[in-house]
């Protein structure tokens, strides 16, 4: 773990969705509201961000009270809480996007695009459809053919259960498209690939130009290696309890797992106590 050195008040908490501040099966547990609920009342404020789409985050609004912009697809699209209200949006360009099309078949990885209001699939039945349904709270389109979208793609995401083939995937990802999008495992089955400004330490530095802050007053909390961006901009970050060695030592500290409270006693423990 990198060592932390408190500066400067923290005034923001920014955090991962899948993995950390939902359980394995997506619940919000009681006892992470009411860690958010005190943050709050400690006029500290709190927003997500993930590889989600804005609308997928909508279960979340209301629990948590969020007022805060809504960051989907890991800083992809800005949404006000109302999630009709765009703040920004940040697409692939069309060459770029069709450049990871060819990448993904070729890894054999099955693609998925995303719209900032639509998601297409070419199989209803494909591998994690219907969990990702399930998740987001609505269904995806089924479109046998990308390229009447390749525009207005501002997430494509290439799912396969072969740890080996995903990795694999990332990696020739990365050196193909350097500079030109952004390469990350948002779990263990699903490579996000966005324009190169939408990653989630560029969430981080949007929140602070948007309510003044510096980075230093920010901590943020994540599980997957796409979190390490936020970890390497926030003034503190804190890895959960079953992220990967390597995520885990880019953080300032360590929580529980999220099948453990983790995030509630991440909040209790670092920015309450």
Not at 48 to 57: A, D, E
Not at 177 to 189: D, N, T, V
Not at 212 to 221: G, H, N, R, S
Not at 249 to 266: H, I, L, P, Q, R
């Amino acid at each position: 773990m990198k060592p932390y050195a408190a500066r400067k008040k923290i005034r923001l908490v920014l955090a991962d969705v899948d993995g950390t501040l939902v359980t394995k099966d997506k619940i919000l547990t009681e006892r992470a509201q009411k860690a958010v609920r005190a943050l709050h009342e400690r006029d500290i404020l709190f927003a997500i961000t993930s590889g989600r789409p804005p609308l997928g985050m909508k279960m979340l609004i209301e629990p948590l009270e969020l007022k805060t912009p809504i960051a989907g697809f890991n800083g992809g699209v800005f949404v006000q809480p109302d999630l009709k209200t765009v703040i920004s949006s940040l697409p692939l360009a069309r060459e770029v996007a069709a450049e990871t099309l060819k990448l993904l078949e070729k890894s054999g990885l099955v693609a998925w695009l995303y719209t900032d209001k639509e998601w297409f699939v070419p199989d209803p039945k494909g591998p994690h459809v219907d969990r990702e349904s399930w998740t987001v709270k609505f269904p995806p389109k089924v479109l046998a053919d990308f390229r009447g979208h390749l525009d207005q793609a501002v997430k494509i995401v290439g799912v396969s259960d072969d740890k080996e083939k995903m990795d694999r995937a990332q990696k020739e990802a990365q050196e193909a498209l350097k500079g030109h999008a952004s390469a990350q495992e948002s779990q263990p089955y699903y490579l996000d690939v966005t324009n190169p400004k939408a990653n989630k330490g560029s969430v981080a530095e949007y929140l602070a130009g948007y309510f003044k802050l510096d980075l230093e007053e920010i901590a943020v909390l994540g599980d997957m290696p796409n979190d390490v961006p936020m970890f390497e901009k926030a003034g503190m970050s804190i890895a959960m309890g079953q992220a990967a060695p390597e995520v885990q030592e880019k953080a300032n500290f360590v929580t529980a797992s999220y099948e453990d409270e983790g995030f509630a006693k991440a909040l209790e423990k670092y920015l309450l106590s």
